[in-house]
């Protein structure tokens, strides 16, 4: 038999890497589409007559939806197949982690399936960038003390 | 210690069928299956049910096939991927059928079978009994990975869990296809706590098992080593390990051996990564190949392992090795 050492060395010699300059070239286009699409939603609703700030927040509005039913229509993880983190970090990908675990657990009941866990994916995002922020929070009001 | 039981009175496959969801149907072995549901749901609403009706039809096409009624057997052996084997038992209790839960991760086939034939060969009570085991893409996806819909990228070793099942039924009457020796494998540290490289975590169970059973049986006598679902990369790694560390007979070993996982699937249309896995691929690719093959005499002598890579969510995430285990029956042609 063998060692766990020479066996792990092994198993990387024989496992393919993933085409990383692929994916990141990828990520790069479908996440920069995604990006301007959102800044020609911005100055859309900036042109209907929004307020600069409040055109933001219907940005992500409309994103989240856009998401949200091409997830319900089967179509979304077909194009992060492909797009990776292209789809992933904007507030898309969010949206698909919470909407993908609603409808998996929808079978399991509307308190125990959907509402216990539907943030399973989306959870610790949630959790750590409330943390983060609040650190950041006190960390800033100390500093305004100071200056 | 680790014996190989040579039975005096081989045990017969009887009948046998492999069914089947929409990428298995139009994968090369398709049309040899006996039933494919392209709607992946066997008239269910969920994953789940859909895993244990599949199995329900394809022991009903197994029984069918040789004219025979549940009462007919005297023992059901049977298990699946999901918890507590849920698929299994919830799918095939109406048969009313003396009834053996399995677990052995994908190795569940070959277990099945090996257990069935002890029972057979030893006692004088049972003449008759199936095995039957499945798995289902959707409802493993989302007890071991993530929701169906959630959109993320796989690696490249991962492997695809087939929909699928296979149903045998053995006994004492003789047919073209006999069991004639069979061995439990060892359940062996894979080294590796990589859920997308489950290949190489069960490649030294499979070396393993195979180099025992190659310690006292002659390579010459065999058409094929058939492994259950290690794909390309556990595939490599195993029949490198064996031109390597088995110095009389390894090359020959490696040149026999083929896997279930490659079989499967068309792999320049179909997206599947490393290969075919899950208990529904090396049963399946038994019932609607290798079996087939047997049976015209185009093989004479098979070893077949299917493998298992035996861990859970939370063994994993609390940072155990998986195990792999190929336990190994010996089938061949019978005039």
């Given at each position: 038999m063998e060692n766990s050492k020479d066996y792990k060395k092994r198993i990387k010699r024989h496992t393919p890497k993933s085409p990383i300059f692929k994916d990141c070239l990828l990520a790069f286009v479908f996440g920069g589409a995604i990006s301007a699409i959102g800044e020609i939603l911005a100055s859309l609703y900036i042109y209907f007559g929004a307020e600069e700030q409040t055109s933001y927040t219907l940005v992500t509005v409309t994103l989240i939806f856009v998401s949200a039913l091409l997830t319900g229509l089967g179509v979304f993880d077909n194009i992060a197949r492909y797009a990776g983190a292209g789809t992933l970090v904007p507030v898309t990908g969010f949206a698909n982690s919470v909407v993908s675990s609603a409808i998996d657990t929808k079978a399991e009941g509307l308190i125990l399936g959907v509402g216990s866990?539907?943030?399973?994916?989306?959870g610790p995002v949630i959790l750590y960038a409330i943390l983060s922020g609040s650190i950041l929070g006190v960390i800033y009001y100390f500093v305004t003390l100071f200056s | 210690m680790q014996k190989i039981t040579y039975l005096e009175k081989p045990v017969y496959f009887e009948s046998y069928s492999a069914t089947g969801g929409f990428e298995e149907g139009r994968g090369p072995l398709g049309k040899n299956f006996d039933f494919i549901d392209n709607s992946d749901l066997f008239g269910m609403k969920t994953c789940e049910k859909a895993e244990a009706e599949m199995a329900r039809i394809n022991l009903n096409i197994a029984l069918k096939k040789k004219n025979l009624?549940?009462?007919?057997?005297n023992v059901l052996v049977a298990g699946d991927l999901q918890n507590q084997c849920v698929a299994s038992s919830g799918g095939l209790f109406t048969f009313g059928i003396p009834f053996l839960g399995l677990y052995?991760?994908?190795?569940t086939c070959t277990e099945g079978l090996l257990v069935l034939s002890a029972m057979l060969s030893t006692?004088?009570?049972?003449?008759r009994g199936a095995s039957v085991t499945s798995s289902h893409n959707s409802a493993a996806e989302r007890q071991f990975r993530t929701p169906l819909e959630y959109g993320g990228q796989r690696a490249p070793s991962a492997q695809w869990t087939a929909t699928a099942s296979g149903a045998f039924i053995l006994g004492k009457e003789k047919s073209h296809i006999k069991i004639t020796a069979f061995m439990p494998g060892k359940a062996i540290d894979g080294y590796t706590k990589d859920q997308s490289n489950m290949g190489a975590a069960m490649a030294l169970g499979a070396f393993d098992s195979i180099n025992s059973f190659f310690k006292e049986n002659?390579?010459?006598?065999?058409d094929l080593i058939m492994t259950g679902d290690l794909g390309h990369v556990g595939s490599n790694i195993l029949e490198d390990m064996l031109r390597e560390k088995i110095t009389r007979y390894g090359t020959k070993l490696a040149s026999l051996h083929n896997d279930c996982g490659l079989l499967l699937y068309d792999f320049d249309t179909q997206d599947v990564h490393s290969g075919a896995s899950g208990c529904g691929c090396s049963a399946s690719v038994l019932a609607s190949f290798i079996l087939p093959k047997i049976e015209r005499g185009e093989l004479r002598k098979i070893l077949f392992l299917s493998t298992g890579a035996l861990m859970s969510t939370s063994s994993v995430s609390q940072g155990d090795n998986i195990l792999g285990i190929a336990p190994a029956i010996q089938i061949e042609y019978e005039e």
């Open positions: 866990k539907i943030f399973t994916v989306a | 009624s549940p009462s007919d057997l052995g991760a994908c190795s006692s004088k009570t049972y003449t002659n390579p010459d006598e065999f």
